[in-house]
């Protein structure tokens, strides 16, 4: 069988699982399989695939049509202006979470030598987006999850930014080390009842404990925010993502903690997403 026939193939069996885009999904796992980029498999459709090749393509089309995302079953996801190592261990990144990278790159245009404290680093891609793009700035990032961390140091080391990246395996309430010009964090923040409604993709497989926010979805937001207000130097800056429906309360918990709030960001749906803030 040829590239051609292949995806087609792969693509209605995912059409009839309901997975979308599912023609552009079996391009890539197509890709995968081949080890070759999308742009060859559009100009050798006619290639004959290797028997050990088609079996492989079709333990991903069949790993895809029950739900795992495309990021898990390639191991990268582009965020910002890079390719990030991801596996289960950490979430997939998002174009909402963008919104925090412009935001930090925006205020710190006039800025030399800061240091960012990224907490729940995750795969990395906040803080490293950063440090790639400022040469001259230091980034420490903490996390529960060791592999998570494992991940971040990866993602550090291909893109080139490893030396001015500091990682420590810690839960926020512990974590007490350094002062810092600007915090930033993307921490759990959904409702605990809302989890099982989450797409298929995500609930079945991304780690819960980088989406549970507890019952009312601010439980590792208050702990972030206390937390942030004793790390963070005075007039530092502070970016937290948050959910749609979070805003004014997580407002009035920046606000207890001596926070000046500068602004609140919309992301690409138009709801809330980010609030920017300065430690007075």
């Known amino acids: ?80 202006n890079s390719e990030f190592i991801v596996n289960q261990d950490t979430l997939i990144p998002r174009p909402d979470t963008e919104l925090a990278v412009e935001n930090i790159l925006n205020l710190t245009k006039q800025k030399n030598k800061i240091n960012i404290l990224d907490i729940g ?39 080139k930014v490893s030396s001015r990246l500091k990682l420590f395996k ?15 964090s993307n921490p759990p923040y959904i409702k605990k009842c809302k989890l099982k409604y989450l797409d298929r993709d995500v609930i079945g497989f991304e780690p819960k404990q980088a989406l549970d926010g507890g019952l009312d979805g ?10 942030s207000s004793e790390l963070i130097k005075k007039n ?12 004014n309360k997580v407002i009035n918990l920046l606000k207890r903690e001596g926070f000046y709030i500068n602004s609140t960001q919309k992301d690409l749906a138009n709801n809330d997403r980010c609030i920017v803030s300065t430690k007075i």
């Open 170 to 184: 810690s839960d926020v309430d512990k974590f007490n080390l350094g002062k810092y010009d600007l915090v930033v």
């Open 236 to 247: 530092g800056k502070f970016i937290l993502e948050i959910g749609f429906d979070q805003k």
């Open 1 to 80: 069988m040829n590239i051609n026939l292949a995806i087609n193939e792969g693509s209605k069996f995912l059409s009839s699982n309901f997975i979308p885009n599912s023609y552009l999904d079996s391009e890539i796992l197509m890709a995968k399989t081949i080890n070759k980029d999308r742009n060859y498999i559009l100009l050798n459709p006619t290639k004959i695939l290797k028997k050990i090749e088609l079996i492989n393509f079709s333990n991903l089309i069949k790993l895809r049509s029950s739900g795992n995302p495309i990021a898990y079953l390639t191991n990268k996801k582009f965020f910002w």
């Open 121 to 159: 680093i995750g795969s990395g891609c906040i803080l490293l987006s950063i440090l790639k793009e400022r040469k001259s700035f230091y980034g420490t990032g903490i996390d529960i999850s060791k592999k998570c961390l494992n991940i971040s140091k990866m993602n550090a080391i291909n893109l």
């Open 218 to 227: 601010l439980s590792e937001i208050r702990k972030v925010i206390k937390k």
